[in-house]
């Protein structure tokens, strides 16, 4: 077996955060590349957190973290809703104050989604609220919520129908507690990942004496900055965009081995690594070897017949439902991969996406590589689960098409360190003794930007 180049992580961990809806830990991956230091993370699912703790928490994590973890909170799956309603754990998350930089979360996007049905009635888009409950409990300097496009829609025309939509809410509730705040819309593909993903991130400052727009414009700026130290971190083109190929080529091809945690099922092994991100992304794994969740889908004659025909007729990108409709299938959300462009979102739905050279799904390998997880980050629990328990049980393919993605969340970690730094800096301390006409146009740090990070 060929050994392949392996990337190293140098970075450290300074500032500390708290990760909420914390799934199998996209975010915390990406916060802890960007050199953060995770205090504790709630998620409520018992297979997303055991994906989680094998990562970030068991002796011998390959991205071990949270080593301050609290005594009073058991390291386990917890309901947030749960937790706020115990009196003394709100008491010790009120003795928090003071100590935390940032809270962050992902609250459960579904009710928003206009992927899905877009309810405004769904019980889900009341935890976005929860979220905000413990920011008043806890008080962290920096506020962080990723979520849907969505989320900044006002619902019409659905159940729950509002004027204002639940980014506004939000930013109102932040202001209450004396947070300057802001939405934006990032793409994941700026900052390296293979996939077209678009998300809100909105963003509260505790105590700023900048205004929300300039704020806005200079986290953009540094945005900018953060997206290519990113791939600069990686080896990866400052520009242009990642290819679903490039992304996962190196997962097809090779000869098929059973998979070692479903035997009964085929898997396949590593071909050589020819691509910076495929490098990026295999942390040394060996040519030859099996990556971790690469099981390949058993498909039935019909299935197979449509993909091979697919293949044979249809352009690359979404299939037409008139296609979908004259062979029968009741999905009608299929995509052809384009071989040569990054992939559109990624579900929690594998069967939505064919593989651009074989004529099956994608694996939830697959998946993660175009989320830009790295392949020794493993995942645990089932597969896959259908029917009514899809909206409560988080298989592998949901923990992933659910999470934020890790080179995504490292490009925020970075860009919400340096405007920390630049607001404690001299010129953001006498900013607010400045009259509207002496405020000049901030100036993009590009200092606290460079190849070395800031300790």
Known sequence: MEQDEEVTTPNEPTLSCIDLFAGCGGLSLGLKEAGWSGIFAIERDPMAFETLSQNFLVSGAPYASFADWPAWLPKTNHDIVTLLKDESVRTHLRSLRGSVTLMAGGPPCQGFSVGGRRDGADERNGLVYQMLDMVELVRPQVVLVENVEGIARRFVARPGEESTSIADEVIERLSTLGYTS??????????????????????????????ADTLKMTFADMLSESAITVRQHWGLHEIKNITAK???????????????????????????????YARAMRRGKKTGSIPNSHRFSKHGERIQALYNLAHQTQPAGR???????????????????DASAVVS????????????AEPRNITVREMARLQSFPDDFHFYGRYTINGPRRKHDVARCSQVGNAVPPLMAEGLGLALRNLLEFLNAESATEFSTLTEAQRPKVPLQAKLLSGVFPG
């Open 319 to 337: 299939l037409s439902k008139a296609f979908l409709l004259e062979n029968n299938t009741k999905k009608d959300k299929k995509v052809l991969i």
């Open 246 to 276: 490039e992304a996962i080529g190196d997962l097809a091809g090779g000869f098929r081995a059973a998979c070692p945690d479903s035997t009964e099922f085929e898997s396949a092994v590593y071909t050589k690594a020819v691509s910076a």
């Open 182 to 211: 802001f939405f934006d819309v990032l793409d994941a593909s700026r900052f390296g990942a293979p996939q077209a993903r678009r998300r809100v991130a909105i963003v509260g400052i505790r105590d700023c004496s900048m205004p």
């Open 345 to 356: 979102t990624i579900t929690t739905h594998p069967d939505e996406f064919i593989h651009y």
